[in-house]
T-cell receptor, first 113, second 113 residues
Framework: DTEVTQTPKHLVMGMTNKKSLKCEQHMGHRAMYWYKQKAKKPPELMFVYSYEKLSINESVPSRFSPECPNSSLLNLHLHALQPEDSALYLC????????????FGPGTRLTVT | GNSVTQMEGPVTLSEEAFLTINCTYTATGYPSLFWYVQYPGEGLQLLLKATKADDKGSNKGFEATYRKETTSFHLEKGSVQVSDSAVYFCALQVRPGAQKLVFGQGTRLTINP
C-alpha cells in the first residue's frame, strides 16, 4: 500500500493562530518530507527527516516548525503565518532502499487570512 | 547546477491523440528520472521512473526512455483519454538516496472529448 495520508484536507487560519498539519505513512519508509506548492508551480522542498532526525531545512522561516514524533508520523506546526504562506502543503515519504522514489500525500490546502 | 526543463504548456489535445511532453535535464553524474502527475485538487502521484541510461519506464499506457546522449526523458502516450487531463512534472534525483527532487515547471494537459 503506497499511501500517505494528510489531515486536515483544508485549513483556514488567522495570522495570530497556532495550528498543526499532520502526515502519516505505514510503508515503513524512513525519510519524510514537507513541501509547499503555490498555484501553477512545482512543489518546493521545505524540510526532510531521515530516521526521525531533521536532515534538511531549506531556510524555512521559523513560523514553520516541523516535528517527527516517530517513523510513521510527521507534523508541521504553524504560528503567526502571513497571507503569502497560503498554499498547498504536501507531505511525502521514501524508502532508503532501492528506488528511492517519493510518495506524496493529497495535501492540505492552507489559507491564511 | 542540476535542473529540469519541460515543454511549456498548456497542451490541449483531442481524445485518442498521440501525446509527447518533452523533458530535458542538466545534472552531474547519473541521476534517476521521474514523471509525476497531479490531478486537479490532489497531490502528486508517481507515474513512472527510470534509474539508468536506456531504461524505459512505463505505467497506465505512458512511457518514457532515459536518453543520456540527449539528456532527455520525454513522456509519451499513444492514445490519450479525457481522464489524462492533469499537470505533469518531470523530476530528477541526483543519486540514489539523495533526498532532493529537482522538478521541472510542470505541463498542464487538457484532453477534449
Amino acid at each position: 500500500d503506497t499511501e500517505v495520508t494528510q489531515t486536515p484536507k483544508h485549513l483556514v487560519m488567522g495570522m495570530t493562530n497556532k495550528k498543526s498539519l499532520k502526515c502519516e505513512q505505514h510503508m515503513g519508509h524512513r525519510a519524510m518530507y514537507w513541501y509547499k506548492q503555490k498555484a501553477k508551480k512545482p512543489p518546493e522542498l521545505m524540510f526532510v527527516y531521515s530516521y526521525e532526525k531533521l536532515s534538511i531545512n531549506e531556510s524555512v522561516p521559523s513560523r514553520f516548525s516541523p516535528e517527527c514524533p516517530n517513523s510513521s508520523l510527521l507534523n508541521l506546526h504553524l504560528h503567526a503565518l502571513q497571507p503569502e504562506d497560503s498554499a498547498l502543503y504536501l507531505c511525502a515519504s521514501s524508502s532508503q532502499g532501492a528506488g528511492y522514489e517519493q510518495y506524496f500525500g493529497p495535501g492540505t490546502r492552507l489559507t491564511v487570512t | 547546477g542540476n535542473s529540469v526543463t519541460q515543454m511549456e504548456g498548456p497542451v490541449t489535445l483531442s481524445e485518442e491523440a498521440f501525446l509527447t511532453i518533452n523533458c530535458t535535464y542538466t545534472a552531474t553524474g547519473y541521476p534517476s528520472l521521474f514523471w509525476y502527475v497531479q490531478y486537479p485538487g490532489e497531490g502528486l502521484q508517481l507515474l513512472l521512473k527510470a534509474t539508468k541510461a536506456d531504461d524505459k519506464g512505463s505505467n497506465k499506457g505512458f512511457e518514457a526512455t532515459y536518453r543520456k546522449e540527449t539528456t532527455s526523458f520525454h513522456l509519451e502516450k499513444g492514445s490519450v483519454q479525457v481522464s489524462d487531463s492533469a499537470v505533469y512534472f518531470c523530476a530528477l534525483q541526483v543519486r540514489p538516496g539523495a533526498q532532493k527532487l529537482v522538478f521541472g515547471q510542470g505541463t498542464r494537459l487538457t484532453i477534449n472529448p
